[in-house]
C-alpha cells in the first residue's frame, strides 16, 4: 500500500475525566474517502481539531506526507496541505461570496501584501470555476451573511478548496442542512474531490450519506476507533449498530 | 442585495463630499483667516482619526492612540530643540517615522489581545507615557510641555501667518494622498484580511492568514498616521505638552472616528471638521458646558445615524 498522507500515533486527551482521544492510532492513505462516524461525545471533532492544530493533544504523535504536525499552528498545517471546513460554516460575513474566496486563495502564499488588491489574489476566471464547481457563481456578489445554510455549507468547503490542499476535513457537511439537499450537497462535495483528486475525511452522523460516498468508515467510541474498514463491514458490526447507529 | 468594496471606492457622493470638504478647508481661511488655526487642527485630528478608524474596521477600539501623536509630537520638539536648521517636512516625516516605530514595538505586543483587553492595554500605555512626561520635569518640562521655535518650511523662513498657511495646504494634501492610501490599503489583501479580523478570526488562520499580523500591519499604519497629526500638530501650535496623550484625547479621536463613520476615509475628515468647529462653536456660546453639546450630538449620531456621517453618502434611495 501506498505511503500514508495523514497518521496518528498513540493519540492521547481528556478534558477532565472525560477521555476524548484514547491512544488513537490511525492512517490514512491518498485517494481514500473517510467517513467518521459515531455519537455525540465520541471524540470525532476532536479527533480532527487535533489534525488540523486546534487543540493539541496531551499525547502521541500527527504526521501529515511524512512530516510530524503535532505542535504547529491551523496556519502552518493549511499550509502544508490539510483544508478544513466546519460543522457550523465559518465565513467572513461583511465580506461577498466572491471576496471570500479570493481572500482564502490569498492563503496560499500566507502573505498580507497591503497594496495588492484583493481581486488580484486569484485569476478572476479560478474564482469563477470554483464557484461554478460548488453552484454558487450566480450569487458571487452577494454578502455571504444572506446564504440559505446549505450554500453557506458549499461556500466553506470551497474556501477550504481553493487552497489547492491534499486532504480536505469536512466536520458534518450535511447538518443543518434538510434531508431532500443532503444528497445533492454531498453529490456536489464528491464530485469536486474527484476532480480535484484530493482525499477526504467527513464526520457524519446520516448512515445513507455514510454507505454511499464512503469508501472507508471508522467508528468512534468514547475516544476511541471501535472499528474501521469499509462501509459494509463496518456498518455491519453489532458493536457499532448498537453504540453508534443505535439500533 | 449586493455588495462590492470597489463600489465604495468610486462612489460619486464620495467624490463630491471630498472635493466639498478640500474647497471648504482652503476655501474659507482664505476668507476668514483665523479659520487656518482651526482648520489645521481639524485636518490633524482628522489624519488621528483615520488611522483609529482603520483598527475600529477590525473590530478594535483603542483607547489610547493619543500616545502615539503625543509621543511624535515630542520626537519633533527635542529633535527640532537639537537641530534647529532642520526643516518642518523633514520634522513631519520624522514625527510619522517615530509613530510608526513606536507602533511597531508596541503593536508586538498589543495585537495579542482583543476588545475590552486591547482598548484598556492602549489606555494603559498611553497614561504610562503621559505619567512620565509630565514626572521628568528637567527633561520634558513636565505639564508646561517644551516649546518649539518656528523651524524653515521647504526651505523659507517665513512669518506666523505664511507659515500656517502653507501648513495648512500640506496637511490638505497629505489629507487628500493618505485618504486614497488608506483606502487602497482596505481593499488590499493586507487590508481585507484586517477587516476578516472582525468577522472571523478562526477562518482567516483556516486560509494560511496570520489574524495577529494583520492586525499589526494596521496597528503600524494607524500609529504612523496618528505620528504624521501629532508633529502638523506640535509645529501649528508651537508648543508639546502632555496633554496631547491624555485618555481624553484619544477619546476625542474615537468620537471622530465614529462621528464621521468609518465605511469610507472621508469619514474621518468630516468627522475631524464637524467635531473642531461644533468644540470652538459651543465653547463659545455655552462656555463650561460645551462638552455636554458634544455630548449630545454623540448620542443623537448612535441614534439617528449609526453608521457616521459618510453612512449617509452610502444610504441606498428607497426605491
Redesign the interface.
Given at each position: 500500500m501506498s505511503q500514508s498522507l495523514l497518521k496518528t500515533t498513540g493519540l492521547q486527551l481528556a478534558f477532565g475525566g472525560l477521555v476524548v482521544a484514547d491512544n488513537i492510532n490511525f492512517e490514512l492513505h491518498p485517494g481514500e474517502r473517510l467517513a467518521v462516524i459515531g455519537q455525540n461525545g465520541a471524540g470525532k471533532t476532536t479527533f480532527i481539531n487535533i489534525c488540523?492544530g486546534f487543540i493539541r493533544p496531551s499525547g502521541g504523535t500527527v504526521s501529515f506526507d511524512g512530516r510530524d504536525i503535532t505542535r504547529l499552528?491551523?496556519?502552518a498545517i493549511?499550509?502544508r496541505g490539510i483544508g478544513?471546513s466546519f460543522q457550523l460554516p465559518?465565513?467572513?460575513?461583511?465580506?461577498?461570496v466572491r471576496?471570500c474566496i479570493?481572500?482564502?486563495a490569498?492563503?496560499?502564499t500566507?502573505?498580507?501584501?497591503?497594496?495588492?488588491?484583493?481581486?488580484r489574489?486569484i485569476p478572476a476566471t479560478e474564482v469563477d470555476h470554483i464557484l461554478e464547481l460548488v453552484g454558487l457563481r450566480a450569487r458571487a456578489?452577494?454578502?455571504c451573511s444572506?446564504l440559505p445554510e446549505g450554500q453557506r455549507k458549499l461556500l466553506d468547503i470551497a474556501?477550504?478548496l481553493v487552497?489547492q490542499p491534499k486532504l480536505l476535513i469536512m466536520d458534518e457537511p450535511t447538518s443543518g442542512v434538510s434531508t431532500d439537499e443532503k444528497h445533492g450537497l454531498m453529490a456536489i462535495i464528491m464530485r469536486v474531490l474527484d476532480e480535484q483528486k484530493i482525499t477526504s475525511i467527513f464526520v457524519e452522523h446520516d448512515v445513507d450519506i455514510v454507505t454511499q460516498y464512503a469508501t472507508r468508515v471508522a467508528a468512534w467510541i468514547s475516544g476511541r476507533i471501535a472499528a474501521d474498514g469499509p462501509p459494509q463491514e463496518v456498518l455491519a458490526n453489532p458493536e457499532i449498530r448498537r453504540n453508534v447507529i443505535g439500533e | 442585495m449586493t455588495k462590492t468594496t470597489t463600489s465604495k471606492m468610486t462612489s460619486p457622493k464620495i467624490k463630491i463630499a471630498g472635493v466639498l470638504l478640500v474647497l471648504f478647508a482652503l476655501g474659507l481661511p482664505m476668507i476668514w483667516p483665523w479659520l487656518k488655526t482651526p482648520m489645521v487642527v481639524a485636518t490633524s485630528f482628522g489624519i488621528a482619526a483615520l488611522g483609529v478608524s482603520i483598527l475600529i474596521r477590525s473590530g478594535q477600539l483603542s483607547f489610547g492612540h493619543a500616545m502615539f501623536s503625543c509621543a511624535a509630537g515630542y520626537a519633533v520638539a527635542f529633535t527640532a530643540r537639537a537641530m534647529p536648521e532642520l526643516d518642518s517636512a523633514v520634522l513631519i516625516l520624522l514625527g510619522t517615522a517615530f509613530g510608526a516605530v513606536m507602533g511597531m514595538v508596541i503593536g508586538l505586543f498589543v495585537v495579542r489581545y482583543r476588545a475590552i483587553f486591547f482598548g484598556m492595554l492602549n489606555l494603559a500605555l498611553s497614561m504610562v507615557l503621559f505619567s512620565i512626561l509630565g514626572k521628568f520635569y528637567s527633561l520634558t518640562g513636565g505639564t508646561d510641555g517644551i516649546r518649539l521655535a518656528r523651524p524653515t518650511f521647504f526651505g523659507v523662513r517665513m512669518e506666523r501667518d505664511g507659515f500656517e498657511t502653507t501648513l495648512l495646504v500640506v496637511a490638505v494634501v497629505l489629507a487628500v494622498a493618505l485618504a486614497w492610501g488608506v483606502q487602497r490599503y482596505m481593499m488590499s489583501i493586507a487590508g481585507q484580511a484586517l477587516t476578516a479580523v472582525k468577522t472571523n478570526e478562526t477562518r482567516l488562520e483556516y486560509v494560511g492568514l496570520s489574524a495577529n499580523r494583520a492586525l499589526w500591519i494596521g496597528y503600524v499604519i494607524s500609529a504612523a498616521l496618528c505620528g504624521l497629526s501629532g508633529a502638523m500638530f506640535a509645529l501649528m501650535q508651537g508648543l508639546v505638552t502632555p496633554e496631547m496623550g491624555y485618555w481624553v484625547r484619544s477619546g476625542e479621536i474615537v468620537f471622530i472616528s465614529i462621528l464621521g463613520g468609518v465605511g469610507h476615509p472621508v469619514g474621518a475628515f468630516l468627522g475631524a471638521l464637524v467635531f473642531e468647529f461644533v468644540k470652538l462653536y459651543s465653547a463659545a456660546l455655552f462656555t463650561g458646558a460645551w462638552q455636554m453639546v458634544l455630548g449630545f450630538v454623540l448620542i443623537g449620531l448612535v441614534f439617528f445615524v449609526p453608521t457616521g456621517l459618510s453612512g449617509l453618502l452610502f444610504r441606498k434611495e428607497p426605491k
Open positions: 488540523t499552528s491551523p496556519r493549511v499550509q478544513r465559518q465565513l467572513f460575513l461583511e465580506h461577498t471576496e479570493q481572500l482564502a490569498a492563503g496560499r500566507g502573505r498580507l501584501r497591503i497594496w495588492t488588491p484583493l481581486d489574489a456578489d452577494e454578502l444572506l474556501m477550504a487552497l | -
